[in-house]
């Protein structure tokens, strides 16, 4: 039996048919391709997005403020914007009690640069307009030797005027709620003997008025410090005192009262 032949296929219907296959082909790749991209693109963008966890001041702080959990909050921003010294919230108890070495406003990041630092240039802690001025105050006068950095204190004076009647010495405010910036100790002989005295060095943070008022008191007398709550800003407004303010009042002597007046014809006699 005979088969029937098979017509021929076209050469040119086949180059048809195959460069349609293969348009396809290319246009699937290049749909990959670009999906692809796509992809890539857009994973950079959000490693590059990605919040990271940091931790800001809920108000505004000043120089001083202690590290702690009532004044920040932890937040997050996005990676390219955070400071490489931010501090990460997982870290922040490590900070606590630490104080701030530069004031901060609210919202803004918390940095390791903030914070007080030992090797930060001395003069750039100082107010403007300030002077720091050390002095010495009496080992027993000055809280035992507790005094620290970034306290407050009012710094009294003992001495005696050159108008004033008598010998009796005075002590008074001379300082309400000054900073203190740093302190140390430093040992005397006294005069005339061998027996050693240490005393206490304080540096305050004073105008230069105040400055010269604290070297005046301290030629003429004896400085006391006397250590004020950190929550305490109200000035100090006591009155100067001698002994005799000290002194208790003397009761009357009850078998000799005072003078008794009796009145005669409507006139006053004793």
């Known amino acids: 039996m005979k088969l029937p ?3 021929q296929l076209n ?4 180059m048809f048919v195959g460069a349609i296959v293969l348009g396809i082909v290319a246009t699937g790749l290049s749909h990959k391709y670009l999906k692809d991209q796509r992809i890539q693109i857009e994973t950079q963008l959000h490693g590059q997005d990605k919040p990271l966890r940091v931790v800001i001041a809920t108000r505004d ?5 202690r590290i702690d959990p009532a004044v920040f909050a932890p937040s997050k921003m996005p990676s390219q914007y955070v400071h490489p010294s931010a501090i990460d919230p997982r870290h922040f108890r490590e900070y606590l009690g630490q104080k701030l070495g530069a004031p901060i406003k609210k919202g803004e990041v918390l940095l390791a640069l903030h914070l007080e630092s030992t090797t930060a240039v001395f003069s750039s802690t100082l107010e403007n307009g300030n002077r720091a001025l050390t002095t010495e ?3 027993v006068n000055s809280i035992s030797g507790m005094l620290r950095p970034s306290d ?4 009294m004076a003992t001495a005696h005027g050159s108008s004033s009647k008598g010998n009796t010495d005075t002590t008074f405010t001379l300082l309400s709620n000054v900073e203190v910036l740093a302190t140390g100790q430093v040992t005397h002989k006294s005069d005339g003997t061998n027996q050693p005295h240490t005393y206490t060095t304080i540096t305050l943070s004073v105008s230069p008025e105040d400055a010269e008022r604290i070297v005046v008191a301290k030629d003429s007398g004896k400085l006391t410090a006397v ?6 800003s109200k000035p100090n407004t006591t009155t100067a005192m001698n002994i005799d303010d000290v002194l208790p009042k003397k009761p009357r002597d009850a078998k000799h009262p005072g003078p008794v007046q009796y009145i005669v014809g409507g006139g006053g006699r004793t």
């Open 5 to 7: 032949k098979l017509p």
């Open 11 to 14: 050469r040119s219907w086949l």
């Open 61 to 65: 702080l000043s120089r001083g403020t």
């Open 137 to 139: 105050v009496d080992e």
């Open 152 to 155: 407050h204190i009012d710094l």
């Open 227 to 232: 250590l004020r709550s950190p929550d305490d």
